[in-house]
């Protein structure tokens, strides 16, 4: 498939499993505190088969088209380390897991795995936000001396700020799919009405200020 075909199928396969879920009469509250009229959880298409072959298979695809050398992959924990380590296995490379915080005790890793194995990462992630968390792992690594090449996600809600977070970070990132292609397949379903689409739009462009 071309890009704009695998973002359309994937949005319309996360909408099927109820991955993703959209509400604008009664948003969902974010651990930060935002109102959102997306909830988004990835981790359900571990779940199902064919639907995670198929993610770990396009992200096969644009590692194999964009990083032709590469020493191992790294999963953010928690949402991408089953699917980063079967991006691994697919490749034949080994797998690393980035932890949120240190380990509490032993020896307080916060990646996990032998990093003795390769230097040149590509770095799994499930969901883009404002990509802070995402690009905490991308520090980790680089301070562990990894040349990290690229970040590839399931999903992206386009906010600007992840653009320019991941931009000042000198970090390149591909998803999957993304908010725009999911609202157009939403629509087109009749999950959403033509008059949601300027809230759910001023959601994208100031999710700190909508609701």
């Known amino acids: 498939m071309i890009k704009n075909e695998v973002n359309t199928h994937l949005a319309d396969l996360l909408l099927q499993i109820n991955a993703i879920k959209l509400n604008t009469a009664n948003p969902f509250t974010w651990a930060s505190g935002w109102k959102s ?14 639907i995670r072959n198929y993610i770990v298979q396009e992200f096969v695809k644009l590692i194999e088209e964009n990083y032709p050398v590469i020493d191992l992959i790294a999963g953010v924990a928690t949402g991408a380390i089953a699917i980063g380590a079967l991006v691994a296995e697919q490749l034949s490379l080994p797998f690393v897991y980035v932890r949120s915080e240190p380990k509490k005790h032993g020896l307080e890793n916060l990646v ?20 802070k968390s995402s690009l905490r ?15 590839l996600a399931i999903f992206t809600y386009e906010f600007q700020i992840a653009k320019l977070n991941f931009s000042q970070a000198n ?3 591909d998803t999957l799919s993304n908010y725009t292609t999911l609202l157009s397949v ?22 700190d200020k909508w609701g």
């Open 186 to 207: 939403a629509l087109h379903q009749n999950l959403i009405r033509q008059s949601d689409l300027s809230s759910l739009d001023n959601w994208r462009k100031n999710p």
């Open 112 to 131: 996990e795995g032998d990093l003795s194995v390769g230097k040149n990462v590509v770095v799994i992630e499930d969901l883009i936000s404002t990509g």
């Open 137 to 151: 792992a991308v520090e980790a690594l680089r301070a562990e001396n990894c040349d990290v090449l690229g970040m």
């Open 171 to 173: 970090i390149k990132l």
């Open 37 to 50: 009229p997306i909830y988004c959880d990835n981790r359900k298409t571990l779940s199902y088969p064919e």
